[in-house]
């Protein structure tokens, strides 16, 4: 058979619909290239740079519509690094997790592996589906969500349910779904997701009950490396520094991506209207498909920002492989899922003109495959 082709006219403006990262916008890259010409290669203590990470502090709390008492933290490392942060800095004792695929079973193995802590208690749910919430036992002192499990492309809402800190990783979900943070105490994400940034740094949006935590476990004598030391986090961040050198270009692309979303959107609630848009066609198209369906059978749990969609009878593998073909890139289903199934990273910075585009490509693809 010869290999499937795609039409110019058919083809998104742009082919990045990866999952993570996210495509960076082109406004961002020239803000960078613009800014950078006097900012990167500047020390990260002088004021060019510090006054990149306060504009970007100020943007993620505004848009957020974080309240008045809650700070914005910045960090090396990505939420990976965050995990570790939590297993030394957050959990006092015992944390309770939901885990439903990939990232949410990896924060529960940091703490599991800790032997200062108590076993973590695991409320745990097939891929493709969540977890009901449930109360926790009283030892517990932490709640770990996962807002968005870019594994299976499957949302959590969050609420706090009793006392514990209700600390929430939002790295995918962050800037795409909505979010009460007057329910949470943390909510932590990397930047080259919703926020179509580079890797490499870690935002945490934190209470004040967060913040007490913080400052109790930092002066408990409990043995913390510094890069993980959420007290010498908290400290840096209130002077818009970093404990070590931060990536600047993530900096400065995040800050012009925080502020375009406003300048478009106006608020968290703008930005959710137009990711609805996009869950809606993409959902849409594959229920309308003999071939293909969403994964996620629970309406209310299908993702806002990651869409997975399982093919029957079309190898995935084979549409994959037409789509980069022709530029379209960055669709395989998360690896270790294992499913004959397309991946699609629906970020804020990717427009509903360029899925509706994908959509009309891959059934110009499975026409000529079946
Ligand atoms: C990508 C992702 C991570 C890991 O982020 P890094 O910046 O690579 O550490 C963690 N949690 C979720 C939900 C993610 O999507």
């Not at 193995?109 to 919430?133: C, I, M, N, Q």
Request: aromatic share 6%.
């Amino acid at each position: 058979m010869a290999a499937p082709t795609i039409p110019a006219e058919l083809l998104p403006r742009d082919g990045r619909f990866g999952c993570g990262p996210s495509r960076v916008t082109a406004s961002a890259l020239d803000e960078l290239a613009r800014v950078g010409r006097s900012v990167m290669g500047t020390s990260h203590r002088q004021a060019p740079v510090r006054s990149e990470v306060r504009a970007l502090r100020e943007g993620l709390h505004a848009l957020l519509g974080a309240p008045e008492d809650h700070e914005v933290l910045i960090t090396v490392g990505g939420a990976t690094a965050f995990w570790d942060a939590a297993v030394f800095g957050l959990v006092e004792e015992r944390s309770q997790h939901y885990v439903f695929g990939e990232f949410s079973s990896k924060f529960a193995s940091a703490v599991k592996a800790a032997p200062w802590l108590a076993d973590p208690v695991l409320v745990t749910s097939e891929p493709g589906t969540r977890p009901e919430p449930v109360a926790a036992p009283d030892d517990v002192d932490v709640h770990a969500w996962t807002h968005n499990e870019t594994s299976t492309g499957v949302m959590q809402d969050v609420r706090r349910l009793d006392d514990a800190l209700v600390v929430v990783d939002g790295t995918s979900a962050a800037g795409g779904l909505p979010i009460d943070l007057a329910q949470v105490d943390v909510y932590y994400f990397s930047l080259q997701k919703g926020f179509a940034a580079d890797g490499g740094l870690t935002i945490a949006i934190v209470s004040p009950r967060a913040i007490e935590r913080i400052e109790r476990i930092a002066a408990s004598g409990r043995y913390v490396p510094a890069f993980l030391d959420l007290g010498v986090v908290l400290e840096n961040s209130r002077k818009d520094q970093t404990y070590n050198t931060p990536a600047i270009a993530t900096v400065i692309l995040a800050r012009a991506q925080v502020q375009q979303m406003i300048a478009e959107h106006g608020d968290l609630r703008g930005v959710v209207a137009a990711q609805r848009s996009k869950a809606d066609h993409m959902y849409g198209w594959a229920e309308s498909r003999a071939w293909a369906q969403p994964f996620v059978s629970e309406d209310a749990a299908r993702s806002l920002v990651v869409a997975t969609i399982d093919l029957d009878g079309i190898s995935a593998d084979d549409v994959n492989a037409a789509l980069r073909a022709h530029g379209i890139v960055d669709t395989d289903a998360y690896r270790k899922l294992g499913r004959n199934q397309l991946r699609i990273g629906m970020f804020p910075a990717v427009p509903l003109e360029d899925l509706e585009a994908f959509t009309a490509c891959v059934d110009h693809v499975v026409a000529q495959l079946s």
